[in-house]
T-cell receptor, first 113, second 114 residues
Framework: GNSVTQMEGPVTLSEEAFLTINCTYT??????LFWYVQYPGEGLQLLLK?????DKGSNKGFEATYRKETTSFHLEKGSVQVSDSAVYFCALSETSGTYKYIFGTGTRLKVLA | EAGVAQSPRYKIIEKRQSVAFWCNPISGHATLYWYQQILGQGPKLLIQ????????DSQLPKDRFSAERLKGVDSTLKIQPAKLEDSAVYLC????????????FGPGTRLLVL
């Protein structure tokens, strides 16, 4: 079945460091791909998405490119801030049936001042 | 535009008790989802509604969990009787349609079963 695999956390970085969180997927067809962020005590918020191969999603300085050849959707940011500390979830939307989301297990990011 | 509303935000119960969670989706959103998020894991879909009809409840433990969306707007998720392993955050989400559209999540209800 479809699945999403994320790098395990926690990831601890200093402010202004470069961030990469790896995400790979297994799916039939061409799913839409998403990154959601969850701040402490809050629900999930959409960070960015891409709907087809080679699309780049971007928001708030974060970017991710839909790579069909490597089935990946890695999240990157050039310079992290303390306020980026949160849990990041990669997800795919299935391409048939109910189009439900499949989430990864999440990666906790901690940014130190 | 108001977001997805959920209540209560926190609930503590003893095992074998019952509990209910309420969700009001974003106005105009036809599709409503309930997820269970166990600590350290990603959300897992429990049930998906399209208007007031169920389109996927394959991962809902039907012996103890039930959900309804009677008028195609707000929804209630119930657990009866609760088990220790039901301790989790229950997230509600909604989307305009079900064909891969962006889902918008509420703040969740954190349940602790003692």
């Amino acid at each position: 079945g479809n699945s999403v695999t994320q790098m395990e956390g926690p990831v601890t970085l200093s402010e202004e460091a470069f961030l990469t969180i790896n995400c790979t997927y297994t799916a039939t067809g061409y799913p839409s791909l998403f990154w959601y962020v969850q701040y402490p005590g809050e629900g999930l918020q959409l960070l960015l998405k891409a709907t087809k191969a080679d699309d780049k999603g971007s928001n708030k300085g974060f970017e991710a490119t839909y790579r069909k050849e490597t089935t990946s959707f890695h999240l990157e940011k050039g310079s992290v801030q303390v306020s980026d500390s949160a849990v990041y979830f990669c997800a795919l939307s299935e391409t048939s049936g109910t189009y439900k989301y499949i989430f990864g297990t999440g990666t906790r990011l901690k940014v130190l001042a | 535009e108001a977001g997805v509303a959920q209540s209560p935000r926190y609930k503590i119960i003893e095992k074998r008790q019952s509990v209910a969670f309420w969700c009001n989706p974003i106005s105009g959103h036809a599709t409503l989802y309930w997820y269970q998020q166990i600590l350290g894991q990603g959300p897992k879909l429990l049930i998906q509604f399209q208007n007031n009809g169920v389109v996927d409840d394959s991962q809902l433990p039907k012996d103890r969990f039930s959900a309804e969306r009677l008028k195609g707007v707000d929804s209630t998720l119930k657990i009866q009787p609760a088990k220790l392993e039901d301790s989790a955050v229950y997230l509600c989400a909604s989307s305009l349609e079900r064909t891969g559209e962006t889902q918008y999540f509420g703040p969740g209800t954190r349940l602790l079963v003692l």
